[in-house]
T-cell receptor, first 112, second 118 residues
């Protein structure tokens, strides 16, 4: 059974700092990995999707990497801003079904 | 069409009552998913549809839960005889899959329906 773990569970940084969020998964037989953002009481917004054949994806100040063999992904946020404060979730889609598995998320606070 | 919509946004009910939630996906999307999310946890997959066919159901989906997508557009999720443990956020997502096989496309999520069972 695929298990997804995110470390740290919570992170507080001053504005302008670069930061890294970590995601690990136990089964490397994945089709893709996605990073989502969730604001309190709201739905999820997809940030980046990395196919299993890819190593990284970039969007603006965000860069996500994938090392499928070691079961790890990182989300790098450059020059953090207070508007980046949210919970960040990673999710893996398995090869053989559509049961996407999520981590519990990292709650990020960026202080002005 | 600006995205996935869900109705109601909040529902408070008494234990034992039945509740029904609705999800309207992005209009051209053929796949629709239901998830449940409890506080401090990531969403858990419940079920998904391709067009009107329900293709997968999680073991989390007990016999008190039923989902439909009768015309391949909107979907409903009904919970019968609600229990306090059903209290959670119920999220709907949709995606577009243009060929056979496993979906590898981005899922777009709605704002969720928050259920509280008293």
């Amino acid at each position: 059974k695929q298990e997804v773990t995110q470390i740290p569970a919570a992170l507080s940084v001053p504005e302008g700092e670069n930061l890294v969020l970590n995601c690990s998964f136990t089964d490397s037989a994945i089709y893709n990995l996605q990073w989502f953002r969730q604001d309190p009481g709201k739905g999820l917004t997809s940030l980046l999707l990395i196919q299993s054949s890819q190593r990284e994806q970039t969007s603006g100040r965000l860069n996500a990497s994938l090392d499928k063999s070691s079961g790890r992904s990182t989300l790098y946020i450059a020059a953090s801003q207070p508007g980046d404060s949210a919970t960040y979730l990673c999710a893996v889609s398995p090869l053989y079904n559509n049961d996407m598995r999520f981590g519990a998320g990292t709650r990020l606070t960026v202080k002005p | 069409d600006t995205g996935v919509s869900q109705d109601p946004r909040h529902k408070i009910t008494k234990r034992g009552q039945n509740v029904t939630f609705r999800c309207d996906p992005i209009s051209e999307h053929n796949r629709l998913y239901w998830y449940r999310q409890t506080l401090g946890q990531g969403p858990e997959f419940l079920t998904y549809f391709q067009n009107e066919a329900q293709l997968e159901k999680s073991r989390l989906l007990s016999d008190r839960f039923s989902a439909e997508r009768p015309k391949g557009s909107f979907s409903t999720l009904e919970i019968q005889r609600t229990e306090q443990g059903d209290s959670a956020m119920y999220l709907c997502a949709s995606s577009l899959k243009t060929s056979g096989g496993i979906n590898q496309e981005t899922q777009y999520f709605g704002p969720g329906t928050r259920l509280l069972v008293l």
